[in-house]
């Protein structure tokens, strides 16, 4: 038994759901908290593409600025289907906390309205300074905005409070959805 967090090892877990303002709260706390992810594209044989990378979000939609040329680029132009991953720094499962964004990609190109906005969003400066690069001007790549169509938020803390530790958002719903879990 846990001494410290002895609500961790309540089975079944709690299962129920949290009011879709206040999940949807805690989605954008975690997509502000970090802005490194890992994106899940399918490659053109079906396996699966992994890969880390810095990320922005407006709400919920988030960009990224992918390398030209790169295996996630072609695989998003092929296969919009996209999945991106993003936690906070887990010290144990007393503080897990963080967010499975699953949507569709789209690959915005220079000039255009939609990438004048995420250019706008996107912290690029950063991102060019770190890497040497001119401060001047923004980078000239195609972005890349995901528009998420379903969320599944994780935080074990939330069984403290009687909560399901997974709680799903999805694009329209008025209601939150949860994954049940423990021995249910």
Known sequence: MSVAHPWLEQEPW??????????EKRIERVLTMTNIGYLG??????????SPLEFYNDGFELYIFPQPK???AYAIKRD???????????????????????????LLDV????????MKVFKWAASSSELGRALD?????????????????????????????RQIWMSG????????GGNV
């Open 173 to 180: 719903a008025t209601e939150t959805q949860v994954v049940p």
């Open 137 to 165: 001007e923004a980078p000239q790549g195609q972005l890349c905005r995901i528009i998420p169509d379903r969320i599944v938020y994780t935080e074990h803390l939330m069984r403290k409070e009687g909560y399901a530790p």
């Open 14 to 23: 709690p299962t129920q759901k949290m009011p879709i303002d206040m999940l």
């Open 41 to 50: 594209t399918v490659k053109k044989d079906g396996s699966p593409i992994v």
């Open 70 to 72: 790169s295996p996630k």
């Open 111 to 118: 000039g255009t309205p939609e990438w004048e906005h995420g």
């Open 80 to 106: 919009p289907r996209v999945a991106i991953a993003m936690a906070n720094p887990m010290a144990g499962w007393a503080c897990v906390m963080g967010c499975q964004v699953f949507g569709r990609a789209t």
